[in-house]
């Protein structure tokens, strides 16, 4: 079979190297990919919202199936341009794809089929936004969401009322997010750990994988600006008991959810969590793999990902039983020093060939590879996941790994995975 996967970061690269693993997949297209795809895969310099383009790819090299990574060519209608031509995709439908691509009508979603969620009210006008802010303290924790997709930029956490109005202002007057905060959400600041479950479903039925841990913000214990998350791991030792009863049951309405809204959703959903009190409520929806956690998650998977779609694809997931290796895996973003804001690109990367390859496994984002060598072309470069029998010796292993790679204005957090090992830092 052949196989197209749309996107270009570390994401990707851990989908590509996964469907390669599949004794059915002859050959795999990555559109635009990068660096680490173009060993593996054959990139295709096509853009992820050039649907006519991306189509007329899989039309002409008769793909079997295409595969959807990131949110924008979701949001966009990647799934309905494709099948209106008769061609088979992984991802949800646009009107699905709200889920994520509008915090409102997520929101809405959650409210209608009894989510545990924040409290929360919309705003389309600033001037009802400043004025309800008036019911904040000075120092009253409280959350501004741009309703739109922000690259993980729309979400403020505010520490008071005035740093809430700066927020809005922001967003609704500046519109420094552009259209994504037209509309925005003010809600209830919940404190606690948070968890990410990814599901594969068909929009009936679903197959949770094992829940990970993402660190978003740039530097170590959690402090810095957030980022598109500079590390992960799984399984997260706090997805256990009677939480993982709870978390599936929130799985379950969301799915049940999805049905009665007939929606067209044939994919990866991600449920982020946070956990006040040992009860978990959805923080957000996202409609596919989450980045690095699918660089954590992925290479747990003992089922082959080509059987997977196609159960997805024809809607028999519920017959086929998914595998995971009784393994942990961490994996460590390397970063371009000064992402998530202004950073420098163009450098070398050396030492990938020092990388213990048995357990640990290279997945390129921001990279190119010209005149036979890697260079840095993103924020986030590289992610270095390792697997082990512990946490412990997985953080361990990741570590000295990380160490033997080296590209000018290296950054990476030091401290990924640790929280797993002292659930105080939870
Ligand atoms: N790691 C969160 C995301 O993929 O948006």
């Not at 949110?71 to 209106?84: K, N, R, T």
């Not at 170590?220 to 997805?239: E, R, S």
């Amino acid at each position: 079979m052949r196989v197209l996967i749309i996107g270009s970061g570390g994401r990707e690269h851990a989908i590509c190297r996964q469907f390669l693993k599949s004794s059915k997949i002859d050959k795999v297209y990555c559109a635009p990919g990068n660096g680490g795809t173009s060993q593996i895969a054959s990139n295709v310099d096509i853009s992820v919202d050039d649907f006519e383009g991306l189509a007329g790819f899989a039309e002409e090299n008769k793909i079997d199936f295409t595969f959807v990574g990131p949110e924008i060519p979701l949001s966009l209608g990647v799934v309905d341009y494709f099948e209106a031509k008769g061609l088979k995709i992984v991802g949800p439908s646009k009107r699905a794809a709200e889920l994520e691509s509008s915090k409102i009508y997520s929101k809405k979603f959650m409210q209608k089929y009894g989510i545990p969620t924040a409290q929360y009210n919309c705003f389309s006008n600033v001037r009802d936004a400043l004025k309800f802010l008036d019911n904040y303290g000075e120092t009253q924790r409280v959350v501004v969401k741009a309703d739109g997709l922000a690259a993980g930029k729309g979400v403020y956490v505010c520490n008071g009322r005035d740093e809430a109005k700066n927020s809005v202002n922001q967003l609704m007057n500046y519109r420094i997010l552009g259209s994504a905060g037209t509309n925005i959400i003010i809600e209830e600041y919940i404190h606690g750990p948070e968890l990410s479950y990814l599901v594969f479903t068909d929009g009936i039925s679903y197959s949770i994988m094992p829940a990970s841990q993402d660190h978003k913000r740039i530097n170590d214990n959690d402090k810095g600006p957030n980022t598109g998350g500079m590390g992960a791991y799984a399984p997260a030792p706090l997805a256990a008991n009677e939480l993982n009863r709870k978390a599936e049951e929130i799985i379950c309405k969301v799915v049940n959810g999805i049905k009665a809204e007939k929606l067209n959703y044939k994919g990866v959903l991600y449920i982020g969590l946070i956990i006040r009190d040992s009860s978990p409520y959805v923080l957000e929806f996202n409609c596919r793999f989450g980045d690095p956690e699918t660089q954590a998650v992925l290479p747990l998977l003992d089922t082959d990902l080509t059987d997977v779609c196609i159960a997805v694809l024809n809607k028999e997931l519920q017959s086929l039983k998914i595998n995971w290796k009784k393994e942990f895996s961490v994996c460590v973003v390397l970063a371009s020093n000064g992402y998530p804001e202004k950073f420098e690109t163009g450098f070398e990367i050396s030492g990938l060939e020092n990388i213990d390859g048995k357990d640990t496994i290279v997945f390129h984002a921001g990279t190119k590879f010209e005149h036979g060598k890697f260079f840095t072309s993103g924020g986030r470069v590289l992610g270095i996941t390792s697997k082990a029998n512990s946490i412990k010796a997985a953080i361990d292993r990741v570590y000295s790994n990380v160490r033997r790679v080296y590209f000018k204005n290296v950054y990476y957090r030091k401290d990924i995975a640790w929280r797993a090992l002292n659930e105080d830092r939870c």
